[in-house]
């Protein structure tokens, strides 16, 4: 009798270890399909994600015209103080935010994720560089790519980030602001200009975009024809 009662209790615990190893396989597949599914959606670009990579699949056949995703890259090229070392890596520090405004003066946000990046240019410059995604994604993801058609003025402000860190820049020199914007993963848009340092240390950095985006899905299209 005991003997049975033994055997039925292996064999429940065989059938409950079975439906745990089960689960837990789903539960494993689940996340993993998750962690790399199309965060982009469909089109002619696919922004897969699988970690902290995104992964751009590129149809040329098929021109998309919805914003899948919509990155703004700043790097800051400056002169080190001298005899100072440019040293190059990442950094954690407050988030930054930017300001994109359309013509009609309404704002989207758009915030870094509390790293920046420090390089060496082979001119002797320094760059600090920052990453800028959609603070509200369903403000501009999902849309028309001619819905940035709209976008009129960039403003940013990188006062309080300078106040707050005790970095390797002359101030009396200019600095170099450049711009690259990524349409769905693909760089579309680049700009490159000169401005004094008192813009960058004690105010804002605004800067009219206008010209940049009136004619954007041409320069998508032409970006994609050129990969």
Do not use: C
């Amino acid at each position: 009798m005991n003997s049975r009662k033994t055997n039925k209790i292996i064999i429940g615990l065989t059938i409950l270890s079975i439906l745990v190893a089960i689960i837990v396989g789903f539960l494993q597949y689940f996340k993993q399909n998750k962690s790399s599914q199309v965060i982009a959606g469909s089109g002619n670009v696919q922004v897969n994600q699988e970690g902290n990579n995104n992964i751009v699949n590129i149809n040329k056949n098929k021109i998309d015209t919805i914003i899948r995703s919509l990155k703004f890259r700043v790097r800051l090229d400056s002169f080190p103080k001298q005899g100072i070392t440019v040293e190059e890596g990442m950094s954690m520090g407050p988030a930054n935010i930017m300001g994109l405004f359309s013509d009609k003066k309404i704002r989207y946000r758009f915030i870094t994720d509390y790293k920046w990046f420090t390089s060496k240019r082979e001119d002797g410059l320094q760059g600090i560089s920052f990453i800028y995604n959609p603070e509200n994604p369903e403000q501009i993801i999902g849309k028309r790519i001619d819905f940035l058609k709209n976008m009129d003025k960039l403003v940013i402000n990188y006062s309080k980030f300078f106040n707050l860190k005790n970095l390797n820049v002359d101030k009396h020199r200019p600095i170099i602001f450049n711009l690259d914007i990524f349409l769905n993963g693909i760089k579309v848009i680049s700009m490159s200009k000169g401005v004094p340092s008192s813009y960058i240390f004690n105010g804002q950095v605004s800067r009219k975009v206008r010209e940049y985006f009136n004619d954007i899905d041409d320069k998508y299209k032409k970006a994609i024809s050129n990969l």
